[in-house]
């Protein structure tokens, strides 16, 4: 599968969140000067930016980026009383090595954790621990980790695609009639 890259501007779209109605990209060109920018955009309107936000490194487009969300997440919370639907951390153990990590709300990618434990079981035990400190509960920290690896606007980096134990909910599915 495939996917091109969006292009605005002579900027490549690298990271894309939506909060309630708005949303925000992060984009790069190669270029020393104003390399990277932070755009808003409306839901309804997916690829119509305004408001850009110009930076010369990563960190401070990073940086940015990630504060337009959270101002936005606050603002919704702010204006309907409904909690986010995804905390802004969350702590996850990878597939394959099983090292500790922690996964940031609207960014692709993980950050390693200093404290993670040779042992994948230890690190489940510490994730679970982390995020129940964080209010992050197993739906939420699914939808986190498919979001930060395949995007965050699948229908699956949304905590409402899983239930109470973080397993994905699948509709339509018939279950089988119990034995008579």
């Known amino acids: 599968m495939s996917k ?4 605005n501007e002579g900027y490549t779209i690298k990271e894309r969140f939506t909060v309630g109605g708005v ?15 932070t755009w808003q955009f409306r839901a309804e309107a997916p690829v119509d930016y305004f408001w850009g936000h110009y930076a010369n490194t990563r960190e401070a487009a990073y940086s940015d980026y990630q ?8 603002n919704l919370y702010e204006y309907t ?5 995804l905390p802004p951390m969350c702590y996850a153990v990878t597939p394959g090595e099983g090292e500790l990590i922690l996964i940031r709300r609207g960014e692709m990618g993980y950050s390693p954790v ?4 040779g ?19 197993k739906s939420q920290t699914e939808a986190m980790t498919f979001g930060s ?18 397993i994905p909910i699948v509709k339509g599915k018939k279950r089988p009639h119990p034995e008579r």
């Open 67 to 74: 504060s337009r969300i959270e101002q936005a997440v606050l």
């Open 114 to 117: 200093s404290f993670s434990t």
């Open 149 to 166: 690896m395949f995007g965050w606007e699948s229908k699956l980096a949304d905590p409402r695609s899983y239930d109470e134990k973080g």
């Open 119 to 137: 042992s994948t079981e230890k690190n489940k035990e510490l994730a679970d621990k982390m995020n129940e400190r964080l209010m992050a509960t």
């Open 81 to 85: 009383g409904k909690p986010p639907l």
């Open 23 to 37: 949303g925000f990209v992060l984009a790069r060109r190669d270029t020393e000067i104003a390399g990277f920018v």
């Open 4 to 7: 091109i890259s969006e292009i």
